[in-house]
Structure formats: C-alpha cells, structure tokens
C-alpha cells in the first residue's frame, strides 16, 4: 500500500494520486508543435526551412534548405523562434520548416 495521497479530480470525477493529478494538468497546458511533415518538434531542435522566406524588416531572403539551429518553442502552436546570423528576434511558422 502506497502512503501517497489522493486527491478528487473535479473533471473525471475520480480519486486518483496527487503526483498522477499533478502531472495531468502540466500536460495539459503545454501545447504540441509540429512542422511541415507533422514530426512533433521540442527546444533545441534544428530544423530546415521548406519554402523562401522573405524576412520583413530584414531586408533578407531566408532560402530553402537554409539550416536553422537551436529552435525555442513560444507556447504557440504555429510559431518557432530562433536565431539566425544578422536577424535578430526572428519567429517562423511551424509550417515553413521541417525538422533535420
């Protein structure tokens, strides 16, 4: 027997381990991203544009194939930022790149 506690969970209707009610409700607020071809993409990932991007404000043209490294996810399911050489605050969308 276990001395853990548990807790009601007001959306099951069920008593279930704080640890295990813990751990569903931070999954439920984090937000899946996928690129392109649907691979699901986390922090740290490098990915590969698809498509030429024009860069507003830049005055630059990202080109396909381009590689980009160390992605950060913004808690949007459809916006990736990241880094590149001479742009700074740059944010693409989830379906212009694919992950390498």
Not at 4 to 21: H, I, K, R, T
Not at 67 to 92: M, N, P, W, Y
Request: charged fraction near 35%; charge should be negative.
């Amino acid at each position: 027997m276990s001395d853990e506690d548990y807790v009601f969970d007001e959306d099951s209707g069920e008593w279930m381990p704080a640890s295990e009610l813990a751990a569903k409700r931070a999954a439920e607020g984090t937000v899946e991203v996928r690129d392109a071809v649907g691979n699901l993409l986390a922090d740290g990932d490098q990915v590969t544009l698809i498509k030429d991007l024009e860069v507003k404000g830049a005055g630059q043209t990202l080109k396909r194939g381009t590689l980009i490294k160390s992605i950060r996810l913004t808690g949007d399911a459809q916006e990736i930022d990241c880094r590149f050489d001479g742009i700074k605050g740059l944010v693409l969308r989830a379906e212009f790149v694919k992950k390498r």
